[in-house]
């Protein structure tokens, strides 16, 4: 058996139409391409799904990829049905027959019919029973009184599947009788116009490019039943994935199948196995070793060409899950978000007043008679408000029957049984239409968006429960050099303690990512690879400061170069030294400058975009404010100057020294001032363009 690169799973359904709306008990395809999961998809009918088959088979042969569909009925009948059907045991003879009787339209089909048909041609009552239509159908009893038609009730599979309905019943929760006397005759027209690219699992070799397969969702219930919402839906998807994510030998195993009649259930006895691949935290492939790789020739990189590099090379690196809203606030969407209701989902009141219909008024002031009770927030009311008459209403209560207007309680003179107002009132008047602020099935929040508290709400609303998310960024920190000791133990002559860690720390916490402190490393090779093992073993990112030139000292770039995965980036930046960019272990690495103004700048500028863009936020550019310039400054041409800066009384104004040895100057600034890369003159009052701190941390 070849590699499949594709795998499919169908969930199937008998029933007529179910409608444009996503819903349960419908049919449903999901796919898993090179390891990559598709949203699934919804089809309404057996006809769509049918041309959504062809389409997919069709994509995958013109791509030459292998293609594997499960299928969630039965392939086969219990033995001896296929020879009193046709007169030959050969499954495929069943399927023929089968294509050639039911008739089949979306809004209904023959299935009952040609069950009862079939019972015609065995001896006794049955095999088959349920019928679904008001009719009677000869031969097809509604109740299970059949008897004496020679057929097992199960197959060999069935047998030792748990719960596992027999193909004979017809109709009724969990039945899948139906299925397969409208299934088969698909596979059987996908058989014909794909002929010779097609195999049938386990009537015949796999040994095509296409191969179908009878698998059963219910297989990985355990993963599935906690998802809720749609679970047909998820069922394809984890399937679909799960047969993917398999070993090639596991899966050659699962397929050494000899049911020649029959058929079988693949996976049967393999469900642990399966429920495992299936684990909803889904973890990209590592980034390639060469993601850091400047063009040759480059020498000094522009800091929007270093930018325009990164974005291009990098991916995102965490997995996927689901989170309940109480614990979505900060995490990265994964998938859009649909609203699974209105908001708000009825018409309703925006005041309290008095409700009616505005078509009931007449010329000129109104006297309208009051009906009993009234509408409230969550208790409507119970009837429909007669023409010509009012209800009193209270601000968010739905709109009863018979009303679409509603007047101020303040604009009304209420009398016994009655109220009087002046006339002007417009048709509508101070309510709210349903749907009017989210229609349902309307698209909510789009995937990269990091979740606010007013996202939290919105999702409430709309009836939304949990949220696909990115697994949260786990960026790991160490600080480099014999020279480091930690704030307040006593420092050596020539020590100076570690200011690097805790900022960068904080800054990684302060994007919304977890942070993990592995210390200060000494000028020790040794000690520094087993810190970089212990990082890429529980990171996804690990930022490093010092050590990132091409010194005697300079471990951390000797490393990377030692792993045949560095880059050196001399960015035309400052304050800024060269940027060492490399992977160990399959992990990022983005070796700071050990100065700390350096080391910040260097982390908001490249660490900041990049690290975003790792989690699933995608990548974005701070946003900057121009304003007027509350200095002078001359700068030479050759590199891109980032000042230390706030705003006071409307002007940037910038730290009194630019040595990047002053780390006083980066808590004095709220943000920085960004100078371009040519020549420039600033006087007082120039505009100049100012990014906030902020702006690094929300954008």
Request: net charge negative.
């Amino acid at each position: 058996m070849n590699r499949f690169d594709t795998f499919a799973m169908l969930d199937w359904s008998g029933g007529n139409d179910t409608g444009a709306r996503p819903c349960r008990d419908a049919i449903w395809l999901g796919v898993t391409r090179d390891g990559v999961d598709e949203a699934p998809m919804y089809l309404r009918n057996r006809a769509e799904a049918e041309a959504a088959l062809v389409a997919l088979i069709a994509a995958e042969l013109a791509a030459g990829r292998r293609l594997l569909i499960g299928v969630d009925f039965p392939f086969g009948f219990p033995a001896g049905f296929a020879r009193g059907l046709t007169g030959c045991d050969n499954p495929f003879a069943v399927w023929d027959w089968l294509e050639t009787v039911i008739e089949d339209a979306p809004g209904g089909n023959n299935r009952f019919d040609v069950a009862g048909e079939i019972n015609g041609r065995f001896p006794g009552v049955g095999p088959f029973w349920f019928n679904g239509l008001k009719r009677e159908i000869a031969g097809l009893p509604r109740k299970d009184t059949r008897a004496g038609h020679g057929m097992t009730e199960r197959r060999a599979a069935e047998a030792r599947a748990p719960g596992a309905f027999t193909c004979w019943q017809m109709g009724g929760a969990g039945a899948v009788g139906g299925q397969v006397l409208t299934g088969l005759p698909v596979l059987n027209r996908l058989r014909r116009r794909f002929y010779g690219q097609v195999s049938v699992w386990p009537f015949e070799v796999l040994d095509k490019p296409v191969a179908l397969v009878e698998i059963w969702p219910g297989l990985i219930n355990a993963a599935v039943k906690p998802l809720g919402e749609i679970r047909d839906a998820h069922q394809v998807r984890l399937m679909a994935r799960a047969l993917a994510r398999l070993p090639q030998e596991q899966l050659a195993e699962m397929l050494a199948v000899d049911a020649p009649e029959e058929g079988w259930i693949l996976g049967l006895g393999y469900e642990a196995a399966l429920i495992a691949a299936c684990d909803d935290v889904l973890k990209p492939p590592p980034l390639r070793n060469d993601c850091f790789a400047l063009p040759a020739g480059v020498d000094w990189t522009p800091v929007d060409d270093a930018l325009a590099l990164l974005q291009d090379r990098l991916r995102p690196v965490v997995g996927q899950t689901r989170a309940p809203l109480a614990q979505a606030l900060g995490r990265v969407l994964a998938a859009p978000v649909t609203a699974l209701r209105a908001n708000p989902p009825e018409a309703n009141t925006a005041v309290d007043g008095y409700g009616f219909a505005h078509a009931s008024l007449t010329a000129g002031d109104q006297t309208l008679p009051l009906v009993e009770g009234r509408a409230a927030a969550g208790v409507p009311y119970p009837g429909s408000v007669p023409s010509g008459h009012a209800v009193r209403v209270l601000t968010g209560a739905a709109l009863p029957e018979g009303v679409d207007t509603v007047i101020l309680q303040e604009d009304v003179t209420l009398g016994a049984g009655r109220i009087a107002f002046r006339a002007g009132l417009k048709p509508g008047a101070n309510t709210r239409r349903a749907g009017e602020d989210v229609a349902a099935d309307a698209p909510v929040l789009a995937p990269g968006r990091v979740i606010s508290p007013a996202d939290l709400a919105l999702c409430a609303a709309v009836g939304v429960a949990d949220l696909p998310v990115h697994e949260q960024l786990r960026v790991a920190v160490i600080s480099t050099g014999d020279e480091l000791v930690e704030a307040g133990h006593p420092a050596r002559p020539g020590q100076i303690y570690d200011a690097n860690r805790p900022m960068l720390l904080g800054l990684v916490g302060q994007m919304g990512y977890a942070p993990l402190d592995l210390g200060r490393i000494a000028d020790d090779r040794a000690a520094l690879r087993v810190a970089l093992d212990r990082a890429a073993e529980n990171s996804d990112a690990i930022l490093t400061s010092g050590g990132a030139s091409s010194g005697d000292e300079d471990h951390v770039s000797a490393l990377l170069n030692e792993a045949g995965a560095m880059a050196e980036w001399r960015i035309a930046l400052k304050p800024g030294r060269p940027l060492a960019l490399g992977l160990w272990r399959g992990v990022p690495v983005f070796g700071l400058p050990g100065n700390p103004v350096a080391a910040l700048v260097c982390a908001l500028i490249f660490a900041r975009p990049a690290l975003r863009l790792l989690s699933g936020a995608g990548w974005s550019v701070p946003q900057g404010f121009h304003v007027p310039a509350g200095f002078e400054k001359r700068k030479k041409p050759g590199r891109r100057e980032y000042l230390r800066a706030r705003i006071r009384e409307g002007r940037a104004e910038v730290f009194a020294s630019e040595g990047s040895g002053r780390i006083s100057g980066l808590s004095w600034a709220e943000g920085l001032v960004e100078l371009p890369d040519g020549a420039v003159t600033i006087q007082p009052g120039d505009p100049v363009r100012y990014i906030p701190y902020a702006s690094f941390l929300s954008a």
